[in-house]
């Protein structure tokens, strides 16, 4: 009688937890997206790039596979946009051992002169620019080795060292890139 007792409690004890995580899961799941650890935005649902989504300047040899990329989207440079490309070779610096995981990358349809030479210029397709209008104009995003724009931020309020926090902890779990 005592062995069926046992086995009965044993077995609860394994499947009970899985119960009950299962349920809460199910029937509260504003509690698991509300307290995230990254600082950025995630973009949801994820927007995948193709080669022909993002067509680099002839003058510049970039690629959007194997690198993560900070990349800055707008129709015009001027001040905002000259700060934000400053921020982004800030934080490409301030990543240290890491720095040649990060491409910068001024993704426009227009010509822009007086680049620095470590911001890649490329044109974006008519396909990702009405993909990246659900969100506000001149946002700096981050795009995953594999070519995903996953996080955007708000460069007017953007704190370097919290995109430094997202970046080292993403380069801590990436093993591509």
Avoid at 104 to 127: C, P, W, Y
């Amino acid at each position: 009688m005592n062995s069926k007792k046992e086995l009965w409690i044993l077995l609860a004890s394994f499947v009970l937890p899985i119960v009950f995580g299962t349920a809460f899961f199910y029937l509260s799941p504003n509690s698991f997206t509300k307290s995230t650890v990254n600082y950025g935005e995630f973009v949801n649902p994820i927007i995948s790039t193709t080669n022909n989504d993002v067509v680099f300047n002839e003058a510049y040899d970039g690629d959007l596979q194997g690198i993560w990329t900070l990349a800055y989207v707008t129709d015009r440079c001027e001040h905002t946009c000259r700060q934000a490309l400053e921020d982004m070779k800030t934080i490409r610096i301030l990543t240290n051992e890491n720095m040649r995981r990060i491409q910068s990358l001024l993704l426009t349809n227009k010509d822009i002169q007086g680049l620095d030479s470590e911001v890649l210029l490329a044109h974006a397709s008519n396909n990702l620019i009405q993909k990246l209008k659900a969100f506000p104009d001149n946002h700096l995003f981050l795009i995953d080795p594999l070519g995903n724009i996953m996080l955007h931020y708000n460069p007017e309020d953007l704190i370097i060292k919290q995109v430094i926090k997202d970046l080292k902890r993403l380069f801590k779990y990436s093993r591509i890139g």
